[in-house]
């Protein structure tokens, strides 16, 4: 069975850190691009970052850059999400999807597999 599973969100106070992780099982990772989603209450999903091949590289929304770095394990069929000074607005619940890598784009137009999710609270 081909699932995603992403791990590590929790309570943290603004300005702390998180990882998240994205382990994939039943398929293997090395040839998927995976974006990470979020949703914040209230509001509409989210992409915050994405990363492709070896090629493609990576690719951040403007509301983490400079704090949010993705990263491949391909080792360990997983993703991470390194998250720093976090802030409140960063709370919300995050999402990794996979799908099959683009030669070109970090970024996908659509994402097969999907995780459930893992919640990410700052509070202030």
């Known amino acids: 069975q081909r699932q995603l599973v992403e791990s590590g969100g929790g309570l943290v106070e603004n300005g702390g850190s998180l990882t998240l992780a994205c382990t994939a099982s039943?398929?293997?990772?090395?040839?998927?691009?995976v974006g990470w989603f979020r949703q914040a209450p209230g509001a509409d999903r989210e992409r915050i970052s994405c990363?492709?091949?070896?090629?493609?590289?990576?690719s951040y929304a403007d509301s983490v850059k400079g704090r949010f770095t993705i990263s491949r394990d391909n080792a360990k069929n997983t993703i991470y999400l390194q998250m720093i000074d976090l802030k409140t607005e960063d709370t919300g619940i995050y999402y990794c999807?996979?799908?099959?890598?683009?030669?070109?784009?970090?970024?996908?137009?659509?994402?097969?597999?999907w995780g459930q999710g893992t919640q990410v609270t700052v509070s202030s």
């Open positions: 990363i492709g091949s070896s090629l493609s590289g990576t």
């Open positions: 039943g398929f293997t990772l090395d040839y998927y691009g």
């Open positions: 999807a996979a799908g099959l890598a683009s030669l070109a784009y970090s970024c996908l137009d659509s994402y097969e597999f």
